[in-house]
């Protein structure tokens, strides 16, 4: 049977089990999107393809499948490389189908055209052209094993439109069934052994893979061996906060004691996560030519053990499959004072520092911890206003933070619209700066388009918040390039059909929260940050004097 390109690519997705694409169509891709017009894989028709790649990123981390974006060539491509690169350091499963010139005029500076494997090389795991209609199947099956394999992470396919039109009589790619591996019982045996010498051990837990199954598995090893559990940056929903072994995040604001604690470790058991700068702040509580601290690390894929660290035990493997033999385990030691210590840190840390002006965004973040479900999905971008959220936010089920490890701006909000595309009954929340939100906003149309109702709390200091931070230690009082003259986000909001409303103090937050979640729309809550409010453990005005000082 001749089908033309379009229509075979979406065979195969249809196959892959692929039931959601998000896209900014292009004329060099026409005969995908035909494909797609009764395949019955809903077209996700965003603003931008930034924001488009972001929500297939998103896609990618809530359901553990790739999440695929479609966007069109040159800047449409050069436009999408944001949402690659999250995928890349946040290690997340994602495909982008990226329309490409008639392959017949490469090398001619066509229009848009651009070289994928010169841009993405560098950005993603694989990128590839597919040239001939006939071996689509092949292309795409690849495509989504390699962005599954090892460390998952994005792929790139190269579209041509001439390629894409024309017809082919090829069969549907086959469907291999995959065998995870399971760890032998000797490495996580060989783990134990480990943990039985140390007399300050400290689990760090991060990565992809991870799972409800997971957060169980490692709460049971955590409370059976009576040991101090870390995450890393963004990771925090992998273990439920309140747990006894819970000792915090290792975020870019980390809790000094739990700094101090990773100093004076003796033993770090790492599962699943890479284990990098920010964790480890810049490299300085954990030197990688002199460690001073034995260390076993877990990880699906053998070229991230040793990449900084070399480990005095590497095991090749997800933190999932291990921590199903590691929660079995007979106690190793006692620790139970050291735990407690560790737990007693965060639980210092989780007091409210109170921050000046009317609006106090711990308290608003307190608000949030306690009164929204279990199970509510809290995505954020980047920016000092996420130091409150991963300071004072308690998570309690795996599966509900969306957050770029990467660190990259405008990411909360496409996030939070594709969280509530998938999750339509769950309770959805956006917490962003005014910067970090203006780099998105234009997404409100797709949340309303396609019946999203993310509830978008915008911290509005009228600045660039961390850059303001950093400028006034180095530079103190001389203000360059950080100063945003903003939009009224509330009025912005219901211009697009949302709600909006403004609020000034901290009182009216809960009453406003009400009313966003009864709208059934996307809603926009506009919360007027005090400029004195620069960190969760400082003011801007003492900042400024400390760096005077000298």
Known sequence: MIRHGGKILSDQLVKLGVRRVFSVPGESFLA???GLYDSGIANIVCRQEGGAAMMAEAYGKMTGQ??????????????????????????????LFVGQIDNRHTDRETFQEIDYKAVFGGLAKWV???????????YIGRAFRVAMSG?????????????????????????SNHVERSPAQNEANAIMHVLAQAEKPLIVVGGPHWSAQAQTDLQV???SQQVPVAVSFRRQDYMDNHHSSYAGDLNVGINPRLAARMRDADTLILLGTRFGDIETQGYTLVDPADPQKTIVHVHADADEIGRVYAPDIGIVATAPAILRQLANAS??????????QARADYEAWLAPQESPGALKQEAVIKW???HLPDDAIVTNGAGNYAAWLHRYFVYKKYGTQLAPTSGSMGYGFPASISASLQYPDRTVVCLAGDGCFQMTCNEMSTAVQHGAKPIVVVMNNGRYGTIRMHQEKHYPGRVSGTALANPDFAALARAYGGHGEVVTDTAGFADAFARAQAAGTVAVIECKVDEEALTTASTLSAVRAAALRG
Do not use: Y
Request: aromatic content about 4%; proline content about 11%; charged content about 20%.
């Open 151 to 175: 460390r998952p992470g994005p792929v790139v396919l190269a579209l041509p439109e001439n390629m894409l039109s024309a017809g082919a009589d090829v069969p549907d790619l086959r469907l």
């Open 32 to 34: 995908a999107l035909d």
């Open 331 to 340: 106690p190793a030691g006692a620790w139970a004072d050291w735990t407690a």
């Open 368 to 370: 949030l911890s306690d």
């Open 221 to 223: 090893f955590a409370e």
């Open 128 to 138: 590839a052209q597919v040239d001939e209609t006939d071996r689509l199947p092949e």
């Open 66 to 95: 790739p999440g695929v974006c479609f966007v069109t060539r040159g800047p449409g491509a050069t436009n999408a490389s944001a949402g690659i690169h999250i995928a890349m350091q946040d290690s997340t499963p994602m495909v």
